[in-house]
């Protein structure tokens, strides 16, 4: 079965919400036997929590768009928060020997120190092009887990995280098209814009929660064992990661032509796979 199609199959066949996670219905044994799925599921827990930092930050960024404001304060905070939660959860529920409270301090203490106002771009409209790729980055990689995941519960939790970042996405795009008074800033400034924040993303969040979560399961940070850790889950997502979705989501605020978007959809694909993973 399709990735996406896999996807949709998980949405309708549990009825649960991720208000309300059936922790209770983890196959434990299933899960604990890839340690790959550990990592990248305690590591997107790490990003997920620290939500509130960067909304924060944003909400403060988009003062003078109440709509957006309120949109980022009322629903985007809120939802990126339950993902941590959730996550954290499964992570918690799956391996209770690990010390999430204490590799999360570490993370958050340097993390913190990285998310700043002086990431964003100069206009509210290039921000928006920003924020698609970096939703475009999630709800792929929460495809890519999903793929990757051996156990039926986080299967679906990632289908529904994955739904709610492809939400993200299209809110974000509505903004775009409306900010800064709806006037589109121009497809070199826009292209400039997507390529900055994809090298942005080329795994520095990813890479300081990974370190974190490393040194307290194995209490000593080898750098040498993380970085071929690093490579090889870099290996598995990339094998099940949709490019080509990417892609399309990557080349939307560019506002080409479809038939030009069709011929750059091949190339794109493929250099989201080198810069993003």
């Known amino acids: 079965m399709a990735g996406g199609q896999m996807m949709k199959a998980d949405l309708a066949d549990a009825r649960w919400t991720l208000d309300a996670v059936p922790y209770e219905s983890i196959n434990v044994a299933q899960a604990r036997t890839s340690d790959d799925v550990f990592y990248l599921v ?3 827990s790490f990003i997920e929590t620290a939500a509130d930092l960067y909304t924060d930050n944003l909400i403060g960024y988009f003062s003078g768009e109440p709509e957006v404001a309120a949109w980022l304060d009322g629903h985007w905070k809120p939802e990126e ?7 954290r959860g499964y992570v918690e529920h799956v391996w209770p020997e690990f010390d999430w409270a204490l590799a999360y301090r570490g993370f958050f203490e340097e993390y913190s120190r990285a998310c700043t106002v002086d990431e964003f771009e100069p206009t509210h409209s ?3 092009v920003a924020r698609c790729v970096v939703e475009t980055g999630t709800a792929t990689f929460y495809q890519a887990l999903g793929e990757l995941a051996c156990e039926p519960v986080l299967r679906a939790m990632a289908a529904r995280i994955r739904a709610d970042e492809v939400g993200h996405y299209k809110y974000f795009y509505r903004f775009f098209q409306s900010c800064d008074g709806g006037r589109y800033p121009g497809r070199i400034r826009v292209l400039n814009a997507l390529r900055r924040r994809m090298v942005e993303a080329r ?7 990974l370190r974190h979560v490393y040194r307290v399961r194995h ?5 040498a064992a993380r ?3 690093s490579a090889r889950l870099t290996a ?4 099940h990661y949709p490019v080509g979705l990417a892609a399309r989501m990557l080349l939307k605020p560019l506002n080409l032509p479809p038939s030009v978007a069709r011929v750059l959809e091949g190339p794109v694909a ?7 993973l």
């Open 203 to 209: 795994g520095d969040d990813a890479e300081c929660a």
């Open 81 to 87: 928060l339950r993902h941590g939660r959730v996550l």
């Open 236 to 239: 598995s997502v990339k094998r």
């Open 126 to 128: 290039l921000e928006m």
């Open 42 to 44: 305690a590591a997107a």
């Open 219 to 223: 209490g000593v940070d080898d750098v």
């Open 270 to 276: 493929r250099a989201t796979a080198r810069i993003m």
């Open 227 to 229: 970085s071929a850790l």
